[in-house]
């Protein structure tokens, strides 16, 4: 049998295979130092031991030359465009080059022709969705008033490196660890998100007037150029350098760092929640593999994911665990491909 790695989000009753082929299993321990009086050597002891899990995944079937991106275009008015429901009380732009709203500007939400913003609970300005608050009975059909930002492709990109991280939150106390053996549990913390691209230079693409304007903007990451499974989120510039040899191409490289804004909806418009500064959004018929939309959902909202790890593909050990990293890169030469690390929230158990 081979190795595998696998996740779970019910709590292992069904696992999701992560397409990777190369995958860690760590434990460290705390060191504490024990030393005495009378002794000539250091002395340590093992405190608490923090479990991890690390696996590369591949975007099968997608080299990483189909990968685009995309910054937002020139603001662009648009009225009563019509909305359909996706699910409970959520509805969605139907025209998808609209679906980047600009949150700057008023927005206005029609119920049966009538003006019920004030019944709106958030807006998802990334992908062109609104909530209508759980008291709120809906009518229909539902349009918007507002405007939208047409997409551009980003410069003249050649790698890409989108960093998805997060912090732990160390939950043990004294009861927990006697309990487990000595293990650290573990709460999602603070997400981080960046976006670093190399580029054929071009003074055309505008990042450095960008970065001197300290300019707000959406940029959409992607990686099978079909729109299947795509990240959005509001970024702005943090730096920017171009080099070069005499008598070969300038090369370019910016970074972009996630500007979370002031949460809700610009001038004009009730203060209505913005659903979310950074999100993926993923079609019916996305070919990215299941395992790696469950670990992306997990960091995404913040829940814990079960991770199965078998050396042999038969024994091993499965952890319940926080997403800390599932980073994307990609270049013209290389697949799209994700960093997957957990760390665990507690002790393993060992499988079979």
Do not use: C
């Not at 551009?152 to 106390?173: F, R, V, Y």
């Not at 006697?178 to 580029?199: E, F, S």
């Not at 972009?256 to 418009?269: H, R």
Request: hydrophobic fraction near 40%; charge should be negative.
């Amino acid at each position: 049998m081979a190795k595998t790695i696998k996740v779970s989000d019910d709590s292992f009753a069904t696992l999701f295979l992560l397409p990777g082929g190369t995958g860690e299993l760590t434990a460290d321990g705390a060191v504490i130092d024990d030393t005495i009086f009378g002794q000539t050597f250091k002395s340590e002891e093992s405190g608490i031991l923090s479990l991890g899990i690390s696996a590369n995944a591949l975007y099968k079937g997608f080299a990483g030359y189909v990968l685009d991106i995309k910054k937002q275009g020139s603001s662009t008015a648009m009225t009563a465009e019509a909305l359909t429901l996706v699910s409970g009380k959520t509805y969605r732009i139907d025209d998808a080059t609209k679906e980047i709203w600009n949150r700057k500007t008023a927005l206005t939400v029609f119920d049966n022709a009538v003006n019920r913003t004030s019944e709106v609970l958030n807006v998802d300005i990334l992908f062109g969705q609104v909530t209508f608050k759980s008291t709120y009975t809906i009518v229909g059909p539902v349009t918007v008033t507002g405007s939208y930002f047409p997409t551009l492709i980003a410069g003249k990109a050649n790698s890409i490196t989108l960093t998805q991280t997060a912090d732990t939150i160390d939950t043990t106390d004294f009861p927990v660890a006697k309990a487990n053996g000595g293990y650290k549990t573990v709460d999602p913390g603070l997400r981080t998100v960046q976006i670093q691209t190399d580029h054929i230079y071009s003074l055309a693409s505008g990042f450095l007037a960008n970065l001197t304007a300290r300019d707000e903007l959406i940029l959409e990451v992607n990686p099978d150029g079909n729109a299947k499974s795509r990240a959005r989120g509001i970024f702005r510039a943090s730096s920017h350098g171009q080099s070069g040899d005499v008598g070969q191409l300038e090369d370019e490289t910016v970074t972009f760092n996630l500007n979370v804004p002031v949460n809700a909806l610009g001038t004009g418009s009730i203060n209505i929640p913005i659903a979310t500064p950074f999100a993926w959004d993923h079609a019916a018929d996305t070919t990215l593999s299941a395992a790696i939309l469950k670990v992306l959902s997990a960091w995404q909202n913040e829940t814990k994911l079960g991770v199965e790890y078998l050396s042999d593909g038969i024994n091993g050990s499965r952890i319940t665990a926080v997403v800390t990293d599932v980073s994307l890169t990609s270049g013209l030469d290389a697949m799209n491909e994700f960093a997957a690390e957990f760390a665990a929230d507690g002790a393993a158990t060992a499988v079979p």
